[in-house]
């Protein structure tokens, strides 16, 4: 069984820059033909995708978040992670984590997170 969590501070002030960790046990992420997502939900609006990490290491982000996103991983603690710089409040909402085993970022997810609230406020 694979189960993710993230972490990371619910509160963050416009300007800075959120940083979120997905903890992941059960199965590794650099394992062949998965894929780490980070997705998120504003409050009463739908998900949005924001990027993902691949097993190899490679990334890709959502055209509108690209400029500010930054995803990265530490295989020795197999966990992800994700920064996103100069937040507004319009960045407040659910934070997950998700596997994906394709780079179709319209596809399926198999495996979720809890979710983390992340609130931009001054």
């Known amino acids: 069984q694979v189960q993710l969590q993230e972490s990371g501070p619910g509160l963050v002030k416009p300007s800075q820059t959120l940083s979120l960790t997905c903890s992941v046990s059960?199965?590794?992420?650099?394992?062949?033909?998965?894929?780490w997502n980070w997705i998120r939900q504003p409050p009463g609006k739908g998900l949005e995708w924001i990027g993902f990490?691949?097993?190899?290491?490679?990334?890709r982000y959502s055209p509108s978040l690209k400029s500010r996103t930054s995803i990265s991983r530490d295989t020795s603690k197999n966990q992800f992670t994700l920064q996103l710089r100069s937040v507004t409040p319009e960045d407040t909402g659910m934070y997950y984590c998700?596997?994906?085993?394709?780079?179709?970022?319209?596809?399926?997810?198999?495996?979720w997170g809890q979710g983390t609230q992340v609130t931009v406020s001054s």
């Open positions: 990490i691949a097993y190899s290491g490679s990334t």
């Open positions: 059960g199965g590794s992420i650099t394992t062949t033909d998965y894929y």
């Open positions: 998700a596997r994906r085993e394709t780079t179709d970022v319209t596809g399926s997810v198999d495996y």
